[in-house]
């Protein structure tokens, strides 16, 4: 059996449209529809059928699924045996991070990397959390940054691990003269009348809130969708709007703005997942130290205390959990 046509079956195990595995995997709907036909055209039997506009797998393709999976985890364990037999740290390492992320610690924990490992090569590339998972999934990337509000990780998915790497607070933004911006935290029913800029950057986030706001009782009124921090915050800062931001939005002071927490607190655990197989290959390992020493770093230069008092700064971050 092809493997390139078994990782194609075990995408579409997590996705349900022959488009949606063909975006995954940079093919055609065409080119994922004639890989799953011979597929099944070698292994004799019905692998997928049509449910609705999508399809779902058969009992046959769920079974092949569970030995590719094992199949590919072997691969993996191998390809890290192998890098470890040659004991220095080289290579390329493909990360895909979300931007809160990407900007607060990856450029240390890259630089660090490159000091101590001058042969390993990292490739950065800006991905929602939902997307850098499927790109580890099909190896297109080798670790990718993930959190637990926007991106579904069961305990169970075979062939995935996670590393926590910080927990992060949400926070209301308010213009600094609003009546509510002196409150010690806001319950978001406090804010139904208010117009809401959304962050639209990264979509997973923006759906949260949206669905915050409804199970508050109330469908906000948007009246900027932002593809950055900067739009949103002047939106803010002028009186036009509201929002909730990720804490790690609010490491450096927002002049006429004012950050204030949840109520109750809502935090978003943010974990760095990679594939089982490779938690032992040196290259991840490598970056996992790095990652971790990095965050060390950031936890003594973006301290309350060295931020002042502007509630705008990094007094927003949360990190409770190492590497």
Request: glycine residues 6%; contains cysteine; aromatic residues 4%.
């Amino acid at each position: 059996m092809d493997i390139v046509r078994l990782r194609t079956l075990r995408e579409l195990s997590h996705r349900t449209t022959m488009a949606a595995v063909a975006e995954a995997l940079f093919l055609t709907p065409s080119a994922v529809s004639q890989q799953i036909a011979q597929l099944e055209e070698e292994v004799g039997v019905q692998l997928v059928e049509r449910q609705g506009r999508g399809v779902r797998l058969t009992p046959a393709g769920e079974l092949l699924v569970a030995h590719a999976d094992r199949l590919f985890a072997v691969l993996d364990e191998a390809k890290a045996d192998m890098a470890a037999v040659c004991r220095a740290v080289s290579g390329t390492l493909r990360v895909a991070v979300f931007p809160t992320v990407g900007s607060w610690l990856l450029p240390a924990a890259i630089q660090r990397s490159q000091e101590r490992h001058p042969h390993l090569h990292v490739i950065l590339e800006e991905m929602e959390p939902a997307e850098g998972l499927a790109a580890v999934r099909t190896r297109r990337c080798d670790l990718a940054f993930v959190d637990d509000l926007t991106t579904l990780l069961p305990q169970e998915e075979k062939g995935i691990e996670k590393r926590p790497l910080i927990d992060d607070a949400l926070y209301v933004l308010l213009p600094s003269d609003h009546p509510l911006a002196q409150r010690a935290s806001l319950p978001l029913e406090a804010l139904k009348n208010e117009r809401w800029a959304l962050d639209s950057a990264w979509t997973g986030f923006a759906e949260f809130v949206l669905g915050l706001c409804r199970r508050a009782g109330f469908e906000p009124r948007v009246n900027a969708l932002c593809r950055g921090f900067e739009i949103l915050s002047a939106m803010v800062a002028s009186g036009c709007s509201v929002s909730v931001v990720a804490g790690l939005r609010l490491r450096y002071s927002t002049p006429g703005v004012m950050a204030v927490p949840l109520r109750p607190k809502i935090r978003r655990r943010i974990s760095a997942a990679f594939r089982s197989g490779e938690r032992s290959h040196p290259a991840i390992q490598a970056f996992l130290v790095a990652l971790n020493e990095a965050r060390n770093l950031q936890d003594v230069a973006t301290t309350p205390e060295s931020a002042g008092k502007d509630r705008t700064s990094c007094v927003a971050i949360m990190r409770n959990n190492s590497l």
